[in-house]
């Protein structure tokens, strides 16, 4: 970041960069508030998002709105009904919020109440932290005496009950965290002295009489510049704006030049810099509505011209006290979303859409509001009906001298309209400043928390309790050895670990209590890099091996939860111990630790995914419960549905080891029951069969004896015709039954076998009428249709017989 030579901006710049206090950033008009921001995003190393209450304000800011950030719903927001919304976060914009430090909130003298509380909801409820905003670090830029926020009486009634005053200050989440306030007041965009104490007294409603009688001589009755002069009318209700814009334009003999601007991707309406379909002519005045990113900067957002001349793919524009002509083409505005970067986890601004378009606007008029952060030479200052606390001040505030303005009529003191609440909470803000002392003690106290975060393992050793108790509750369909294995992992952690921290965090304040900052207390280093090395070790070779040799087999979803979000924990752990063998620094240490939550990826999860991989892509399980759990995985594919529903893993387990022979033991076995092992029971007992008689075979193969030939497919079809059923040909196989299905269906596929030897006539033409009617995509859906009169098998064989154009025939 460039050197800032104005101390208060440095002030401001130290307090976010090296400390974790919640900053307020206010200022007159012209005080450099934008341009702090833009430093702040280009040169912090904290991972920050910017947002802003309007589609505008974000484009100029660079960042995003508020709403579609943290997807919040429009209309008033009542404490406590976002607990209740169901808008669905993706996966990356949650990693995004969990690991933010600092989110900058631009123009928030327009932001509600409510709206700054839907934030802190969101940030606590993904964060999953108790702090206000779920302890991410906020920025707040905006000058309370511009234009506040709009609140519909009936969006208020709603509001009432819960809020003092709908301006930002009145959230609950912010009253809960003490933030610091710092005003500019170096002024950069006036210098006459003059005009900026009328300015200062406008702006905090003191005005006198003898000011507002200075102001109102630049009332200059029926007032008409020449086109050349470049004046731009700001007006308080935009139809007089846009009345005004148009009556100029068709007044001019010229051709109407229509320009189309070229949009790309999302670009919503609401945020357009400048019309889509502009129309202009010779003669016009113009405004730059974009600055001139070239070397020369030859315009900004705000210069008044006149257009002189229109070719195919330029147009020139004259502005008053220029040399030159200015040759202008079309330019780019581009509309953002945050994204994680998957290389290196960073939080970067992905372009989403892009707005092409020359970057002009008819500036014979404007309103107040969207002359908000612009500067003009000239102005023709229609305030005097003005409606809402702020706007005369905005509308004075743009002009850079008090020559420069023309007053429509004369204001009336009545139009400076003044509040009670913002006058005292301009009182705070005062009392609110912070020096450099306070910004010592800000430091120590964000490097002291960070280092006991770091050396606290209070969240560790809940999440370790948790599964504790969730494994408790869930026991009967647990593996046996996951209880124990957790007991003896909690007696490890509590001696070596918890213990071993608390009574080293009770040492820290001893190293705190000095006149150094603890990045600048070697002492503190030492300390820290020993306590860092033997918590690494004591992860890595003992937490670590004990967590990942539990055996944690098993469907049920809370335990699986529990025992991530644990492993989850010591990773982030380890890899923050790590960070501190060379030392602590403050914004190393939060980089890794954000870093940490981003790169984590369940060992479990990925043993187990191989693991099911393994069973049900090969085609001869190794043991009977790979045999099983290959035909649980294909059931849930058959069925659409997770593969526990069909059985739990306990039970996969049971049936492996007491390898039951009929139906009755089949009844006895725990996540059975009656009614499941009638259902399926036929398919478990020949699986359990095959795979017992294989193993038999297999062993007389090893000793020399002869084994008899597998049957093939074409002993089902011939069983089959000699009147047995699909069930007694797969007792008699030893096979499943959905195997002598998958045989048939083979022989009805080339015309074989009727389909309607296999299946009643009835049911065939409710199936085939279906298929050609619907055109289903999926077996599943097929079967949805048609309910449970019919099977997945029935359903395959008519549609195999269809394919081969057998349907009819034998």
């Not at 709206?115 to 905006?142: K, T, Y």
């Not at 200075?214 to 139809?239: A, V």
């Not at 780019?332 to 992905?350: A, C, G, K, S």
Request: proline share 4%.
């Amino acid at each position: 970041m460039p050197a800032i030579v104005n101390e208060k901006l440095q002030l401001a710049h130290d307090f976010i960069l090296h400390t974790n206090r919640n900053v307020f950033l206010t200022g007159k008009a012209g005080t450099g508030k934008t341009t702090f921001l833009h430093q702040v995003k280009h040169a912090s190393s904290k991972r920050l998002a910017v947002v802003a209450p309007t589609g505008v304000a974000a484009i100029n800011a660079g960042g995003v709105t508020i709403h579609s950030l943290f997807q919040l719903p429009f209309g008033p927001l009542v404490p406590g009904a976002l607990n209740r919304e169901t808008r669905k976060f993706t996966r990356e914009k949650i990693n995004l919020l969990r690991t933010l430090d600092l989110l900058i909130v631009d123009e928030i003298s327009m932001v509600r109440a409510d709206v700054l509380d839907g934030i802190d909801a969101v940030l606590r409820r993904f964060r999953n932290r108790p702090e206000p905003f779920g302890g991410v670090q906020l920025l707040l830029i905006g000058d309370m005496q511009q234009l506040p926020p709009v609140i519909r009486d009936e969006d208020w009634a709603l509001l009432r009950p819960y809020y003092d005053t709908g301006y930002f200050f009145g959230s609950r989440a912010l009253q809960k965290t003490p933030y610091i306030s710092i005003e500019l007041d170096h002024i950069y965009r006036q210098a006459d002295q003059r005009f900026i104490e009328i300015l200062n007294s406008v702006r905090e409603k003191r005005i006198t009489r003898a000011q507002l009688d200075d102001l109102n001589q630049r009332y200059i009755p029926n007032f008409t510049p020449r086109d050349d002069e470049g004046y731009i009318t700001l007006s308080t209700h935009n139809q007089a704006a846009l009345q005004l814009n148009s009556q100029k334009l068709q007044s001019l003999r010229t051709k109407l030049h229509t320009f189309e601007a070229t949009i790309e991707g999302e670009f919503p309406a609401h945020a357009y810099p400048t019309e889509a379909s502009l129309e202009l002519k010779v003669g016009a005045q113009v405004m730059f509505n974009k600055n001139d990113l070239s070397r020369d900067k030859l315009f900004y957002n705000g210069k008044i011209g006149q257009i002189t001349d229109i070719d195919d793919d330029v147009i020139y524009v004259k502005c008053p006290n220029d040399p030159d002509t200015l040759a202008v083409s079309p330019m780019e505005w581009t509309n953002v979303r945050y994204t994680l970067d998957q290389q290196t986890n960073e939080i970067r601004e992905e372009p989403i859409g892009k707005f092409v378009q020359y970057p002009l606007k008819l500036a014979w008029a404007i309103t107040i509001h969207k002359s908000q952060g612009l500067t003009f030479e000239k102005a023709i200052i229609d305030a005097a009906s003005a409606f809402a606390h702020g706007q005369v001040y905005v509308a004075l505030s743009r002009c850079k001298t008090l020559e420069g303005l023309v007053l429509r009529e004369p204001i009336p003191s009545h139009s400076i309209k003044t509040e009670l609440l913002l006058e005292e909470f301009h009182e705070q803000v005062q009392q609110q400043t912070p020096d450099e002392q306070e910004l010592w003690h800000s430091k120590q106290t964000n490097q002291e928390q960070l280092l006991l975060d770091l050396f606290s393992f209070e969240r560790s050793y809940y999440l370790l309790n948790k599964c504790r108790r969730t494994v408790a509750e869930h026991l009967g369909s647990l593996d046996e050895g996951l209880e124990p294995g957790l007991n003896q992992l909690n007696t490890v952690f509590k001696e070596k670990a918890h213990e071993v921290t608390e009574r080293f965090r009770q040492q820290l304040p001893r190293y705190f209590a000095g006149s150094l900052l603890p990045e600048e207390n070697q002492p503190l280093q030492d300390r820290v890099r020993k306590a860092g090395a033997y918590f690494r070790d004591l992860i890595t070779h003992e937490l670590q091996p004990l967590l990942a040799s539990c055996p944690t087999e098993t469907d049920n979803k809370q335990v699986h939860e529990a025992l991530d979000e644990l492993e989850k924990e010591l990773f982030i752990k380890l890899q923050c111990f790590e960070a501190t063998l060379d030392g602590f620094q403050a914004l190393a240490y939060q980089k890794t630790r954000n870093h940490a939550e981003l790169n984590f990826q369940s060992s479990r999860k990925k043993e187990s995914r191989k693991s099911d991989e393994a069973r049900t892509s090969s085609e001869k399980p190794r043991t009977l419960y790979d045999a099983l759990a290959k035909w649980r995985q294909d059931q849930a594919g058959e069925l659409d549905t997770g593969a526990h529903t069909i059985l739990p893993r306990k039970t996969l387990a049971e049936l492996a080891r007491s390898k039951p022979s009929t139906l009755e033991e089949l009844m006895q076995i725990k996540g059975l029951g009656k009614m499941k092992a009638r259902l399926i029971g036929d398919d478990l007992l020949a699986i359990i069969r095959s795979f017992t008689e294989n193993e038999s075979a297999e062993k007389t193969a090893a000793t020399g004896e002869k084994t008899a030939k597998t049957p093939s497919p074409a002993l089902s079809l011939a069983l089959f015709r000699s009147g047995k059923t699909i069930a007694d040909i797969a007792l008699e196989r030893n096979i499943t039954v959905s195997t002598v299905e998958g045989h048939l269906a083979k022989f009805v596929s080339s015309g074989q076998l009727s389909v309607y030897d296999v299946i009643p006539a009835e049911k065939v033409e409710a199936i085939r009428t279906y298929l050609e009617k619907h055109t289903p995509k999926t077996l599943t859906e097929t079967k949805a249709g048609l309910g449970d009169d019919v099977t997945f098998s029935e359903i395959r064989m008519v549609y195999n017989s269809l394919l081969a154009g057998k349907t009819g025939t034998d």
